[in-house]
């Protein structure tokens, strides 16, 4: 990026370094974009060679006596401002003139000498509400430039370079008094522990020291019969203690990033959803060693597989992409043939109303089955809930409640498919009940996140339900509290939100607000949901005794939260992948980050994860590599903090997609693994495994 240089003086002269080409506004007020390119998304702070980095910032003029920044209306309609680029890349200049003075003309007034402006100065300067009304009426909402207020002159100066780094947002002016974050540990969430609706308390045998047992102790108590152990809520307590150790047992690496995985119910089946349009299955009936299944394909997909779902039986997996068609596929590998294509458009012969930002169709971002398997519901970026009947064929309800994207669904009991949840870009969870539509209203509303929804997540007991949203907190709701309808439409959700973008910035404890009206009952923070929608479950009552909450995190690990808010365990996948592959230009070009195609970091971010229902193991999916450019799904078991095992095959395991080793995966290994080319080689693995699946994979990273 070259550095710029203004020249100008005068009332209202109000330099525009937003652009770094040619940006004209003609007669009629119409902004003419001389040069379309994207060289702005990897800019960055411009240092003169040699010179301070202590950067000038730009002083006012005589005229302003006052030293405010000029309204940029004040004599708007006969200005014409012109930003040009030397040949020699080094400078930009600025001229402005009014009434009859042409463009490029040469102004009579002094010039000031050269100031540097920092790409951060730039944004302050967009701040200014003189600019902000040139650009709302020009096209700023392109910028993100119109939705901020009038009192509010800050600027996000924790924006990270990736694509729309230049991209703005408003924001609520720093606080000079503490930040009051919700209590930690929270009072309600000990008191559901104590109520044995999520797990049971630990028992100890030395009250004066608050001493727990470690396991082998516990089971020997047990055998011997001397503790309250040999119960069948003994032995729930064994169980809800394992927690899994972020040391990995296998580490699956795939050439795309993978956005989604899951057990299913009875936990003999796993499936990962990866950007190159492939679902790939695993037999976890042994859930120490997974076999490779099946691939189904998302064919013409958009982007990425958003999500996908089992039936309760196990036997169809449907999934989706930005699209209005959901594919369903069988899993039995014995069945080759082409998915299902399931148009949530149709209504009954009669196509959704649809030409939603100029598009016929519209994306689905959340997609789950019922507890009978005969319908799907989807949460859609047209605003709206949609509910498919898998036997006619159709879509045979659509829900238009809110007002932006609606990012997560689910069934609130797994026995009924009348309560539905969904989680919303415009902050809220609304809650559904179909026997009561008529007037299409909800039937109540969750407020309390301060930014939109990623992920919703029901206990399935059709009481408890828990969300993860861009405001870095997770949180924790009961059906009974929620809040009425009437009540919640006199309230306005966006006076609450402060419009951030979680895709590329970074959200500081000073950004955080309490909602004045939370109706959650637990908040739980730590974790970063940045950069994608990152996804939050209970776990399972089988191998935790429903004991805690978890979801992945942009800093690379799976947060364990015990239900009053305080860590149980951590995850950190990163430190388990860390440097696992060798650097992939192919692969690598892709990085999400553009500035980390050139500092080449290893970054994970954990976008899903799930607890085996039978077993203590997670699985987390994340996207893993160099620049986040690729995917992982590890499987991490509860080992008792050892570092290493004994056991065949070793912990740290690296396998492709298909579960197959490959020596590749250890070219920039750490010492032990060295010699591991050499021992996969005497076992006749071959140096490079391709196969059908994945011969193509190369070659369409996105």
Same mark, same amino acid.
């Not at 890349?89 to 007034?109: D, H, L, P, Q, Y």
């Not at 069948?232 to 064994?238: D, F, Q």
């Not at 959803?273 to 013409?300: G, H, L």
């Not at 305080?566 to 440097?579: W, Y």
């Given at each position: 990026m070259?550095t710029?240089?203004?020249?100008?003086?005068g009332?209202?002269?109000?330099p525009?370094p937003?652009?770094?080409a040619a940006t004209?506004y003609?007669?009629d007020?119409?902004?003419v974009?001389?040069?379309?390119?994207?060289?702005d998304?990897?800019?960055e702070?411009s240092?003169?060679?040699?010179e301070?980095e202590e950067?000038?910032?730009?002083?006012a003029?005589?005229?302003?006596?006052?030293?405010?920044?000029?309204?940029a209306d004040?004599?708007?309609n006969?200005?014409?401002?012109?930003?040009?680029?030397?040949?020699?890349?080094?400078t930009?200049?600025?001229?402005?003139t009014s009434?009859?003075?042409?463009?490029?003309a040469?102004?009579?007034?002094?010039t000031?000498?050269?100031?540097?402006?920092?790409?951060?100065?730039?944004?302050?300067l967009?701040?200014h509400?003189?600019?902000?009304r040139?650009?709302?009426n020009?096209?700023g909402?392109?910028?993100?430039?119109?939705?901020? %207020?009038?009192?509010?002159?800050e #600027?996000?100066?924790g924006?990270?370079g990736?694509?729309?780094?230049?991209?703005?947002r +408003?924001?609520?002016?720093?606080k000079?008094?503490?930040?009051?974050f919700p209590k930690v540990?929270?009072?309600?969430?000990?008191?559901?522990?104590?109520?044995?609706?999520f797990?049971?308390?630990?028992?100890?045998?030395?009250v004066l020291? +608050?001493?727990k047992?470690k396991?082998a102790?516990?089971i020997?108590?047990r055998?011997l019969?001397?503790d309250?152990?040999?119960?069948? $809520?003994?032995n729930k307590?064994?169980?809800?203690?394992?927690?899994?150790s972020s040391n990995?047992d296998t580490?699956?690496?795939?050439?795309?990033?993978?956005y989604?995985?899951?057990?299913s119910?009875?936990?003999?089946?796993f499936?990962?959803c990866?950007?190159d349009?492939k679902v790939?299955?695993?037999d976890?009936?042994?859930?120490?060693?997974?076999?490779y299944y099946?691939? #189904?394909v998302?064919?013409?997909?958009?982007?990425t597989?958003t999500?996908a779902?089992l039936s309760p %039986?196990?036997?169809y997996?449907?999934?989706?992409?930005?699209?209005?068609?959901v594919?369903l596929?069988?899993?039995?590998p014995?069945?080759?043939?082409e998915p299902?294509?399931?148009?949530?458009?149709?209504?009954?012969?009669i +196509?959704s109303?649809?030409?939603?930002?100029?598009?016929s169709?519209f994306g689905?971002?959340?997609i789950?089955f019922s507890?009978?398997g005969?319908?799907? #519901?989807a949460g859609t970026?047209d605003?709206?809930?949609?509910?498919?009947?898998?036997?006619? $064929?159709?879509?045979?309800?659509?829900?238009p409640g809110?007002?932006?994207?609606?990012?997560?669904v689910?069934?609130?009991?797994?026995?009924?498919?009348?309560i539905l949840?969904?989680?919303?870009?415009d902050?809220?969870?609304?809650?559904?009940d179909?026997?009561?539509m008529a007037?299409s209203r909800?039937a109540?509303?969750?407020?309390?996140?301060t930014e939109?929804l990623?992920y919703?997540?029901s206990k399935?007991?059709?009481?408890?339900?828990l969300? /993860?949203?861009?405001?870095?907190?997770?949180?924790l709701?009961?059906?009974?509290?929620?809040?009425s309808t009437?009540e919640?439409?006199?309230?306005?959700?966006s006076?609450?939100?402060t419009?951030?973008?979680?895709r590329?910035?970074?959200?500081?404890?000073?950004?955080?607000?309490?909602?004045p009206?939370?109706?959650s009952?637990?908040t739980?923070?730590g974790?970063?949901v940045?950069?994608?929608?990152i996804?939050?479950?209970?776990?399972?009552?089988?191998?935790?005794?429903s004991?805690y909450v978890y979801?992945g995190?942009?800093?690379?690990?799976?947060?364990?939260y015990?239900l009053?808010?305080t860590l149980?365990?951590?995850?950190?996948?990163n430190?388990a992948?860390h440097?696992?592959?060798?650097?992939?230009?192919?692969?690598?070009?892709l990085?999400?980050d553009?500035d980390d195609?050139?500092?080449?970091?290893?970054?994970?971010c954990?976008?899903?994860?799930?607890?085996h229902p039978n077993?203590?193991?997670?699985?987390?999916?994340s996207?893993?590599g160099?620049?986040e450019?690729?995917?992982?799904?590890t499987i991490?078991?509860?080992?008792?903090g050892?570092?290493?095992?004994?056991?065949e095959?070793?912990?740290g395991?690296?396998?492709?997609?298909?579960?197959?080793?490959?020596?590749?995966?250890?070219g920039d290994a750490?010492? /032990?693994?060295?010699n591991?080319?050499?021992?996969?080689r005497?076992?006749g693995?071959a140096?490079?495994?391709?196969?059908?699946d994945d011969e193509?994979?190369?070659g369409?990273?996105?």
């Amino acid at each position: 990026m070259s550095t710029p240089v203004f020249e100008s003086t005068g009332r209202g002269d109000s330099p525009d370094p937003a652009s770094h080409a040619a940006t004209i506004y003609d007669q009629d007020g119409e902004w003419v974009d001389e040069e379309s390119g994207d060289d702005d998304m990897d800019s960055e702070d411009s240092i003169g060679n040699g010179e301070s980095e202590e950067l000038e910032y730009l002083e006012a003029t005589e005229d302003d006596a006052d030293g405010e920044f000029q309204d940029a209306d004040d004599g708007l309609n006969e200005v014409e401002i012109e930003i040009s680029v030397d040949t020699s890349g080094a400078t930009e200049e600025i001229a402005e003139t009014s009434g009859a003075v042409g463009i490029g003309a040469t102004s009579a007034a002094p010039t000031r000498a050269p100031i540097q402006v920092s790409r951060n100065q730039i944004l302050q300067l967009l701040g200014h509400a003189g600019l902000r009304r040139i650009f709302a009426n020009h096209g700023g909402a392109t910028f993100g430039l119109a939705n901020l %207020d009038e009192d509010d002159d800050e #600027v996000d100066d924790g924006m990270e370079g990736g694509y729309g780094s230049m991209v703005g947002r +408003r924001r609520r002016k720093r606080k000079t008094s503490k930040v009051e974050f919700p209590k930690v540990p929270s009072e309600v969430g000990r008191e559901l522990m104590d109520s044995g609706l999520f797990g049971s308390n630990e028992y100890y045998r030395d009250v004066l020291r +608050r001493k727990k047992q470690k396991l082998a102790r516990k089971i020997l108590s047990r055998e011997l019969g001397l503790d309250i152990v040999q119960d069948r $809520r003994g032995n729930k307590l064994l169980s809800q203690g394992l927690i899994p150790s972020s040391n990995a047992d296998t580490v699956i690496h795939y050439n795309n990033r993978c956005y989604s995985g899951q057990f299913s119910d009875d936990g003999n089946f796993f499936f990962s959803c990866a950007q190159d349009f492939k679902v790939r299955m695993y037999d976890t009936s042994n859930p120490y060693e997974w076999k490779y299944y099946k691939t #189904v394909v998302y064919p013409s997909g958009q982007w990425t597989i958003t999500d996908a779902t089992l039936s309760p %039986d196990n036997k169809y997996l449907a999934y989706s992409s930005i699209r209005s068609t959901v594919c369903l596929a069988a899993t039995d590998p014995n069945e080759s043939g082409e998915p299902w294509l399931l148009d949530f458009a149709d209504m009954g012969g009669i +196509r959704s109303h649809r030409t939603h930002r100029g598009y016929s169709q519209f994306g689905i971002w959340s997609i789950r089955f019922s507890g009978d398997g005969r319908e799907i #519901v989807a949460g859609t970026g047209d605003h709206s809930v949609y509910v498919y009947d898998i036997e006619s $064929r159709r879509s045979i309800l659509r829900i238009p409640g809110h007002t932006e994207d609606v990012n997560a669904v689910c069934f609130g009991d797994q026995s009924s498919p009348h309560i539905l949840y969904s989680g919303s870009d415009d902050t809220l969870i609304k809650v559904w009940d179909r026997r009561s539509m008529a007037d299409s209203r909800e039937a109540g509303v969750f407020m309390g996140h301060t930014e939109g929804l990623t992920y919703v997540d029901s206990k399935g007991d059709g009481r408890y339900v828990l969300s /993860n949203g861009k405001d870095q907190t997770m949180k924790l709701w009961d059906l009974r509290k929620m809040m009425s309808t009437s009540e919640a439409s006199k309230l306005i959700p966006s006076r609450y939100t402060t419009s951030f973008d979680y895709r590329f910035m970074n959200y500081s404890d000073t950004d955080y607000t309490p909602h004045p009206h939370d109706k959650s009952l637990v908040t739980f923070r730590g974790h970063k949901v940045l950069k994608t929608l990152i996804r939050c479950h209970f776990s399972p009552p089988g191998s935790t005794n429903s004991r805690y909450v978890y979801t992945g995190s942009a800093d690379g690990s799976v947060y364990i939260y015990n239900l009053d808010a305080t860590l149980a365990g951590k995850v950190d996948v990163n430190r388990a992948t860390h440097h696992s592959r060798r650097r992939e230009p192919d692969t690598y070009a892709l990085s999400y980050d553009m500035d980390d195609r050139r500092q080449g970091q290893w970054k994970t971010c954990v976008r899903d994860a799930s607890w085996h229902p039978n077993a203590p193991v997670i699985a987390a999916t994340s996207w893993n590599g160099w620049g986040e450019s690729t995917g992982t799904c590890t499987i991490h078991s509860w080992n008792d903090g050892a570092e290493d095992d004994e056991a065949e095959p070793k912990m740290g395991r690296r396998v492709d997609q298909r579960l197959q080793e490959n020596e590749n995966l250890y070219g920039d290994a750490s010492p /032990n693994r060295r010699n591991m080319g050499s021992r996969l080689r005497s076992r006749g693995v071959a140096a490079a495994v391709v196969t059908a699946d994945d011969e193509e994979e190369d070659g369409d990273g996105w």
